[in-house]
């Protein structure tokens, strides 16, 4: 059962993330995306990790993706051309190299000890829920908490000065 | 396991149809309220009081031709009504219309489900529903549709800040996510120790004017705003899949009246529903439909905003509002404990 | 139960699609979509390698790796915006020279 969901989700997310490559439209590129986001959320819930799950939506699909599609609906961008026309033996490389990188993610892999997972633990303490991941995230985390929220300010003037038009 | 499947099963069929059914009947008093509110009489000739219009207008809608047009793109066309209206449907699954009840020698809470993160989960379906209407109006291949996708996603990103940060003040209330603790810790006061009276009526106005930007009604209807768009991002379409927009659109309304029942008015508390539970399904009914008659109530008072009116009021309004609400209440919590 | 190796497949999949992406795409959207999809690979390893050794340290991680995606995107996009401003293409070998 367990095993017949992981395989649905993760087929649908590497279906997805292939269709990202194949579409020449950005904007069913960034609709791929989603799907992926999706599938890797029902992921995170098998893994008990409700919290980011939800979050994963919320942020994500709901804000980050929203605005990819706002910003390519925006632009009405022209479709891409239908070939690499500077680095064309990028291609040739391209695809060798991805087999060399996944050769060696699986060489990895097949040095992973194979641990069980803890058995589910309802207490609103369990590793995943909201109450330990905000335990957790104001006391042990509280440094890259608030450095984070540095960064947003600077992304937030960033994004402020670039999209202004120029004064000229 | 098989009795938890066959409850859950039949408690999503019972909620799916009831609220089926309140979605056709909330267009038929949304007719009948603009009457009222413009002096004449609204539809009432179909059956007593009109009460048969929903049925006919379905019928016709059914029979009318479906459109698509030759320059759109098809599948995120076919689609784009469904993306609209399963994550509103998607929604009433955490919401608790009552407290247990016995009914055949068995103890049934009236919600279907509930878990550790209820309204992060009711927060993410609601800015989901916003691709059905971008993309509508993106694969529509039409101007006006394509300034209605674009509107509803700007306005969507903007609104779902305040609306967001709105609810902290209820987290901080109540110390849990799940929406059934959430209306358990408003049970104070005879059942009348509703978030709304207590210490959240500034996140509460800000909450309810976001619902309405999230629900795309007026005066926040900028995505189909008839005099300027046609109607906006669904220009295009016709029969079922106009249906479905609709009904998605009618959807979210009763989603954000029942959500801000829960969050504010107490969900289904009421005096009285410790001696008699069946009373406070009742509660919630009635304080939905309050919800849903403000909610239409406005619509006919109020005119739509401009573009830029709409971001400044989301961006330089709301959101600071909904901080100073965190602020306030983080505050008399630390000061109260 | 599934195996934690599974998951890790999985994450170096969706990684080397996104990485093949950046390399064979030239429009600077789906450049930006498929660094999404990296971080999103990642993010996946850190839940899973949190879920089965039960810390919490990998999804608060991947909670500040979304922070920083948002960061990210909110920057990335107005850069792409002010880039097919001036030049009225998307296409980043178009985008060559320092000089407007």
Redesign the interface.
């Known amino acids: 059962m367990e095993k017949a969901l992981f395989i649905i989700f993760a087929v649908v997310s590497v279906a997805a993330a292939l269709n990202i490559l194949l579409q020449r439209n950005p904007l069913y590129s960034a609709l791929s995306l989603v799907g992926t986001l999706i599938a890797l959320s029902a992921l995170y819930v098998m893994l008990r990790a409700q919290f980011i799950a939800a979050i994963q939506i919320v942020v994500y699909a709901g804000a980050i993706m929203v605005l990819f599609v706002f910003v390519i609906m925006l632009l009405n961008a022209p479709k891409e051309a239908p070939y690499i026309e500077k680095h064309k033996a990028l291609r040739f490389l391209a695809i060798p190299f991805a087999g060399l990188l996944i050769a060696e993610a699986f060489y990895v892999i097949r040095l992973v000890k194979p641990i069980q997972m803890p058995a589910s633990d309802d207490s609103a303490q369990a590793v995943g829920t909201t109450l330990s991941v905000g335990t957790k995230l104001f006391t042990d985390y509280l440094l890259p908490f608030e450095v984070t929220s540095v960064l947003i300010l600077m992304a937030i003037v960033g994004a402020m000065v670039l999209a202004r038009r120029g004064e000229d | 396991m098989t009795d938890l499947l066959l409850e859950w099963t039949i408690k999503i069929a019972v909620i799916l149809g009831a609220l089926l059914t309140a979605v056709a009947y909330s267009v038929l008093l949304e007719r009948r309220i603009m009457g009222f509110i413009q002096l004449r009489r609204g539809p009432n000739r179909v059956g007593p009081f009109g009460l048969l219009q929903p049925a006919a207008d379905g019928l016709k809608l059914i029979f009318k031709e479906d459109i698509i047009p030759s320059q759109a793109s098809k599948l995120?066309y076919v689609i784009a009504p469904t993306l609209l209206l399963i994550p509103s449907l998607m929604i009433f699954i955490v919401i608790p219309f009552g407290s247990e009840i016995v009914l055949f020698g068995r103890k049934i809470a009236l919600q279907v489900t509930h878990?550790?993160?209820g309204l992060?989960?009711v927060?993410?379906?609601?800015?989901?529903s916003?691709?059905g209407i971008?993309?509508a109006?993106?694969a529509s291949n039409n101007k006006y549709s394509?300034m209605g996708?674009?509107r509803a996603?700007?306005q969507?990103?903007s609104y779902?800040l305040a609306l967001?940060l709105s609810v902290v003040g209820v987290l901080i209330q109540s110390g849990?996510?799940d929406l059934v603790e959430i209306v358990r810790s408003q049970g104070g006061w005879n059942g009348m120790h509703w978030n709304v009276f207590v210490s959240q009526p500034l996140g509460f106005l800000v909450f309810f004017i976001a619902a309405l930007a999230e629900a795309n009604r007026t005066p926040f209807d900028l995505p189909e705003a008839d005099s300027e768009l046609v109607a906006g991002y669904h220009t295009e379409y016709s029969s079922m899949k106009f249906v479905m927009f609709q009904m998605g659109e009618y959807c979210n309304l009763i989603a954000a009246a029942g959500v801000s029942t829960t969050l504010f008015w107490g969900g289904w508390m009421g005096p009285g529903v410790e001696t008699y539970p069946a009373l406070s399904l009742a509660y919630f009914t009635a304080k939905v439909f309050v919800f849903v008659f403000v909610f239409i109530w406005i619509r006919f008072t109020l005119p739509r905003f401009r573009y830029d009116q709409l971001m400044r009021f989301g961006w330089r309004v709301l959101l600071p509002l909904a901080i100073l609400n965190i602020i306030i209440t983080a505050t008399v919590k630390l000061l109260v404990s | 139960m599934i195996p934690l190796s599974w998951y890790l497949g999985l994450s170096a999949l969706l990684f080397t699609i996104g990485a093949v992406g950046v390399f064979i795409k030239r429009n600077a959207i789906t450049i930006f979509l498929c660094i999404e999809l990296m971080l999103n690979a990642v993010n996946l390893t850190f839940v899973a390698l949190s879920s089965y050794f039960g810390d919490m340290g990998g999804q608060l991680f991947v909670f500040i790796v979304m922070t920083v995606a948002a960061a990210e995107a909110a920057v990335g996009l107005a850069i792409i915006i002010s880039i097919f401003r001036n030049r009225e293409s998307l296409n980043v070998d178009e985008a060559d020279s320092l000089k407007l």
């Open positions: 995120l878990f550790d993160v992060l989960y927060l993410a379906l609601g800015s989901v916003v691709y971008a993309l109006g993106w394509l996708g674009l996603s700007a969507m990103i779902e967001g849990s996510l």
